[in-house]
């Protein structure tokens, strides 16, 4: 059996790959990166009988063979059209889509699975990581709200609360207030919302409350940078005709950031996110120098939007 596995959603892939072992408890897995090891040695392990195991499965990350940005051997064309009934591969390709030009793909699709892992909104993808366990709407909000949307942090928090409920199935609010942190990032978010709303009174909040977790007012100067200049690259990606999952490829970032960026962008014009932008490397620069008082500088920036 052959599969192709793709997406962004790796905790996804992950939950695919472990039911598909789960299903064939006891049989020889071997893995592979194919960004290290040839395709040549991993289909010679696909073609080769064990002396114990007349099945195996095998995993192979990095499967950018796929994409458009690396070229496939014909042996791997020959293997996907006569694969080895007794051997499992999956593919895995941390990509939103394979190249749909390429032989290989067509070939994939004709002799074997093809799945995708695109999920980009945080609930569906925080319900599909805990489908096992009985979670309210509401507890799943105030997961995403606490820990933010970041795809890397949310599997992390997830992974302590499944460790920690063992086979308790049923997850609280009450968990995930004592399991999971607050993250800097989601309050630094929230700063941007109240800023973006002009709502100063709860913008100084979030700001004295970071001040008096102990974060640096540098730090937060420079995550407030990266999060206007990413509102301005996505912005002006969109003037150009770029879709939602085309900036998310240009600038690396995942695709649920872009659709915020761009919720933002439409009240902002292009001329006064540089403003910010260069207000905020002003303030940095003055601060690194000495010239600027950094107890006090980004307080008067939220103050005078």
């Given amino acids: 059996m052959l599969y192709l596995f793709y997406g962004t959603n790796a905790f996804g892939i992950k939950k695919e790959i472990d039911k598909i072992l789960k299903d064939n408890n006891g049989l020889n897995v071997?893995?592979?990166?194919?960004?290290?090891?040839?395709?040549?040695?991993?289909?010679?392990?696909?073609?080769?009988?064990?002396?114990?195991?007349?099945?195996?499965?095998?995993?192979?990350?990095?499967?950018?063979?796929?994409?458009?940005?690396?070229?496939?051997?014909?042996?791997?064309?020959?293997?996907?059209?006569?694969?080895?009934?007794?051997?499992?591969?999956?593919f895995i390709l941390n990509s939103e889509k394979p190249d749909e030009r390429k032989k290989i793909t067509k070939l994939i699709r004709k002799n074997g699975t093809v799945k995708e892992f695109n999920e980009t909104d945080p609930k569906s993808i925080v319900k599909n990581m805990l489908s096992d366990y009985s979670i309210s709407q509401g507890t799943i909000s105030l997961l995403i709200n606490r820990v933010g949307s970041n795809l890397d942090t949310l599997t992390n928090e997830i992974n302590k609360i499944i460790l920690y409920k063992d086979n308790d199935l049923t997850i609280t609010d009450g968990d995930i207030l004592k399991l999971t942190h607050k993250t800097v990032d989601t309050d630094v978010f929230k700063l941007i919302d109240y800023i973006v709303t002009d709502d100063k009174k709860n913008a100084l909040e979030i700001y004295y409350e970071l001040i008096k977790r102990g974060e640096e007012?540098?730090?937060?100067?420079?995550?407030?940078?990266?999060?206007?200049?990413?509102?301005?690259?996505?912005?002006?990606?969109?003037?150009?005709?770029?879709?939602?999952?085309?900036?998310?490829?240009?600038?690396?970032?995942?695709?649920?950031?872009?659709?915020?960026?761009?919720?933002?962008?439409?009240?902002?014009?292009?001329?006064?996110?540089?403003?910010?932008?260069?207000?905020?490397?002003?303030?940095?620069?003055?601060i690194k120098s000495g010239e600027i008082n950094k107890n006090n500088t980004l307080e008067m920036f939220i103050l005078e939007k």
């Fill in 217 to 286: 007012p540098i730090k937060i100067i420079i995550m407030l940078a990266n999060q206007f200049r990413i509102i301005y690259q996505s912005k002006t990606l969109r003037s150009k005709g770029y879709s939602e999952k085309d900036i998310a490829d240009i600038l690396k970032i995942h695709p649920y950031r872009v659709k915020l960026a761009l919720e933002k962008a439409n009240k902002y014009s292009s001329e006064i996110l540089l403003k910010y932008l260069n207000d905020l490397a002003d303030m940095d620069m003055g």
């Fill in 30 to 90: 071997s893995r592979y990166d194919l960004e290290e090891d040839e395709i040549g040695v991993v289909l010679n392990d696909a073609l080769t009988m064990s002396l114990f195991e007349e099945n195996k499965i095998i995993i192979c990350d990095n499967s950018n063979i796929f994409s458009g940005s690396v070229k496939a051997d014909e042996i791997i064309e020959e293997y996907l059209n006569n694969p080895n009934p007794n051997t499992q591969i999956i």
